[in-house]
T-cell receptor, first 115, second 112 residues
């Protein structure tokens, strides 16, 4: 079946640094990928919709300059958390849309801890 | 393997009927969450039920949780065509960390 990977699976960084998270569809092409974040014991929150070859669509309240999304190819989308702060510590998960079946496949998530 | 597994994989019903989807999981959880996804769109959160809760309601939605059987069900009553979507359960493990794991989803088709 379709597989989505994320890298890294967890990262610890210092405040003020930038962190890049990759989301890859391993055996299918995904024109659309979604980025979510989740705080402990809370529900998932959609951050943005990443479209291959065009600008991402951000949800209200999500800072575009803070969370940079690049969907440069049909199998890769990246989320860069710029100038990370402790409040950015969260679980980030991506999903990729397999267009032919209109099915979503989720990555395993990336746990970000900002010290 | 996936922590959460939904069944059925697909469900087709008529408007007005009830739709029931099930989710099973393997390990202890902190909470279980249900999401809906319309075609080509991002997930929409429906209900979060904690491990110490057995049932929650939200409008036409009813979620049950049986931790002894490690299963949950989502019931949509009096379904409407607009309920047509994919429904996912996600489990947050009772591990002290934030780790949400999704099942493969149930595709629900509600015909007028």
């Amino acid at each position: 079946g379709a597989v989505v990977s994320q890298h890294p699976s967890w990262v610890i960084c210092k405040s003020g640094t930038s962190v890049k998270i990759e989301c890859r569809s391993l055996d299918f092409q995904a024109t659309t990928m979604f980025w979510y974040r989740q705080f402990p014991k809370q529900s998932l929150m959609l951050m943005a919709t990443s479209n291959e070859g065009s600008k991402a669509t951000y949800e209200q309240g999500v800072e575009k300059d803070k969370f940079l999304i690049n969907h440069a190819s049909l199998t890769l989308s990246t989320l860069t958390v710029t100038s990370a702060h402790p409040e950015d510590s969260s679980f980030y998960i991506c999903s990729a849309n397999l267009r032919i079946t209109d099915t979503q496949y989720f990555g395993p998530g990336t746990r970000l801890t900002v010290l | 393997s996936q922590q959460g597994e939904e069944d059925p994989q697909a469900l087709s019903i008529q408007e007005g009927e009830n739709a029931t989807m099930n989710c099973s999981y393997k390990t202890s959880i902190n909470n279980l969450q249900w999401y809906r996804q319309n075609s080509g769109r991002g997930l929409v959160h429906l209900i979060l039920i904690r491990s110490n809760e057995r049932e929650k309601h939200s409008g036409r939605l009813r979620v049950t949780l049986d931790t002894s059987k490690k299963s949950s069900s989502l019931l949509i009553t009096a379904s409407r065509a607009a309920d047509t979507a994919s429904y996912f359960c996600a489990t947050e493990l009772d591990s002290g960390y934030s780790t949400l794991t999704f099942g493969k989803g149930t595709m629900l088709l509600v015909s007028p």
